[in-house]
DNA sequence: TGTACATCAGTGAACGCGCGTTCACTGATGTAC
DNA sequence: TGTACATCAGTGAACGCGCGTTCACTGATGTAC
């Protein structure tokens, strides 16, 4: 499978590279759904018709980068939670959630396409959604830990329906993975995709314009939501525990 | 002010309606940014100049668009929230969540152009931004009057730093209009805005396909959703209220 | 080591298409006397 | 009520631009003998 590394092989993978990064530049300043083969190639110093050598069309291009934004961001998440201790569990929340939104902020562009408006007429195939867990993912095991630890999410609402069946996918999917344990309950499962959901929402509000005029420092802000929905999640300490499910 | 109602006056409120009808068709199909004058023309049966006679250029279309779309699913979510009787808290919650929802969902294309990626090249103006603030102003109002109730928030998580200077534009721009009372603490104003994201954030990962394979029934979720946020914030009953810092 | 052939990257022209915006025009509607 | 003029909606051609993709081609790199 290793590829020989002469001076043709060589050459294709840097100018594949430089293709993608210059692809990556465009997102920023035209937006995904403008994504534009002949701009990148103009960007890269290429003639229109040379892209064709490296990615087969447009659709196959836009592929590429949704791997490549996906495996950054959850590569960049992974490793930041990888670096805390253990049973510090709200110091793996905290540099996991950091983490996520430090990579987005510093890529507007990267983030739009992976968490903005679809581009129209592009359907991502089967090989996207893997590398596009990959947060979500390590978000469960910080709850799966948090659960084993004995520390559990906030009791639901009162007269709120049985959620087991709505995050029976979710939770499968995890399963399949050993990402949590048999015994976590329902509630952890449908506060850790709230948590995600938000974690998302809150970046998506800041980079789109939502926050204008509605909070100051961005960056404390995401720590102020990080923090509660961590404390809703029982990675994060609250004041006072109203007694949870948590074992 | 009120324009003459002669033949010419109501042919040009018909057109301007059927431009405008014609142009948030297009954002589902073709997406906020693909957004083509020369399409829209071609819907309503003109030929493409002949749009300038009602639109300056295109982005004083999307400006239109804008306008009428805030303003749209702020209606709906005051219609529904208004049809609650007052001291209903949960109610008037449910419903104003639910019809956030529903007027999303029947308009992806709409929902796109409001909360999606923003459109490369156009800054919105400042008439869009009062439109912007109808929904999370419903929130406000509900969240106040729980907090007048004595239901307040959750308590805020140990170790959190004071948010207070993080909302106060929010709050000095809500107090303006004399949504929430000046005793209603930080964590208050803190937790609806965090619901406030969390909401759209849910729809936005629903209609841009991050919930796929992930959540089953998508109202439910949504509803589970709505009803946990609620009790965050202490408009939704909770199981075991902690003792929060309600009066 | 040298030669013959195969592979591949990059070129430049072309295809057919769509875009926003301007402009001089025609013909209908509205207004002042 | 009738006439003269002003206003306005819509037309069609044109401007200069960009797009994705195909294709026959040149010339460099790699491989087999």
Known sequence: MAAPRNARALARETLTREILDAARARLATDGPSALSLRAVARDVGMVSSAVYRYFPSRDALLTAL???????????????????????LEGRWLAACRALRSWCVAR?????????????????PRDTVEPATRVVRVLVRIAGDAWAAGRGPVPEPVGADDATVLVADARAYVAERGLVGPDAPTESVVRTLIAWTTLFGTVSFELFGHLERTVGDRASWFDAVALRVGADLGVVGRAADPGSGAP
Chains 1, 2 share one sequence.
Not at 66 to 88: K, P, T
Not at 108 to 123: C, E, I, N, S, W
């Open 66 to 88: 949704l791997v490549e934004c996906y495996d950054g961001l959850g590569a960049a998440v992974e490793d930041a939670e990888a670096a805390v201790a253990r049973d510090d």
């Open 108 to 124: 507007p562009g990267d983030f739009a396409l992976l968490y903005g408006t679809p581009v129209p007429g592009y359907a991502a």
